[in-house]
């Protein structure tokens, strides 16, 4: 899908669909490529909003509230990593990810920047589309509940503030950091699969995407254990998952 779309990429028939009138913004450079996915989307029954640059991307996803962002890597003016980092400041909109590079260094960066997923061109079209619905669907993956922080020994998480305090410092965490430690504590001494870890913080469950969660557990052990590579709080349980220990 360089330069123009691929041919797995067509008009079609869809079935109307439940999630009608969520608004869409789509953001890709390729005019080509803009249009045929806005053209499958809209008969899917989504409204659709469109920008071809990382800057416009972000006043629209500002102005125009969109339930879903599907933003391309590759953009003039500003990337699509710089952008997703903006809409980040102020949104926690579902944000899919175009990307014709297949190197696993852009795809991690995108997620620890706050993406929800990523789609590598080519695509065929019902994958895309399967992939909108299911990110549609999922817009709050963590479960309700209180809010109230937790403090276990000399970790402390607030949900309500979104912060985190690891032996009386304040740390940094991006989004998915903080969704999956919340859950790892709220679980304090029972193993979490890596597959619920996956369904509660990404709210996917595609296949080959487990390594997601291996790699944001490692980025939380190097910002909360004293010894990331002897971990105290965070246990792997060989073939099993992952559990938080006080």
């Known amino acids: 899908m360089n330069g123009s779309p691929d041919t797995t ?42 920008a071809s640059d990382g800057r416009s991307a972000v006043a629209m996803a500002q102005r125009e509230q969109p339930d879903l962002v599907i933003l391309d890597i590759m953009l003039p003016v500003l990337d699509g990593i710089e952008a997703c980092k903006e809409i980040r400041k102020f949104s926690s909109v579902p944000i899919i990810m175009l ?15 706050g993406a929800d997923d990523y789609v590598t061109k080519p ?17 709050s993956p963590i479960a309700p509940g209180v809010d109230d922080a937790i403090a276990l020994g000399e970790i402390v998480i607030d949900p309500s503030r979104q912060s985190l305090r ?23 001494g029972r193993v979490v699969t890596r597959q619920t ?17 291996s790699v944001h557990i490692r980025w939380l052990r190097e910002k909360i254990e004293p010894d990331s590579r002897n ?14 220990k006080e």
Not at 174 to 181: G, I, N, V
Not at 197 to 213: M, N, P
Not at 231 to 244: A, E, K, L
């Open 99 to 113: 990307t014709a590079k297949d190197q696993e260094i852009d795809k991690v960066l995108a997620l620890e920047l």
């Open 166 to 188: 690891v032996r009386g410092r304040d740390v940094s965490l991006a989004p998915k950091e903080f969704a999956l430690l919340r859950v790892l504590m709220e679980n304090n």
């Open 231 to 244: 971990p105290r709080h965070i246990i792997t349980v060989r073939s099993r998952g992952y559990m938080f």
């Open 9 to 50: 990429i067509k008009r079609g028939t869809f079935v109307k669909n439940p999630d009608f009138n969520k608004k869409i913004l789509v953001v890709d450079d390729e005019s080509s490529i803009l249009q045929t996915l806005r053209f499958n989307l809209e008969r899917s029954g989504y409204a659709v909003v469109t």
């Open 197 to 213: 870890l996956l369904d509660k913080v990404w709210g996917y469950d595609f296949e080959g995407e487990q390594q997601t969660v």
């Open 123 to 139: 695509f065929a079209l019902h994958e895309f589309l399967a992939r909108v619905k299911a990110r549609l669907r999922r817009q």
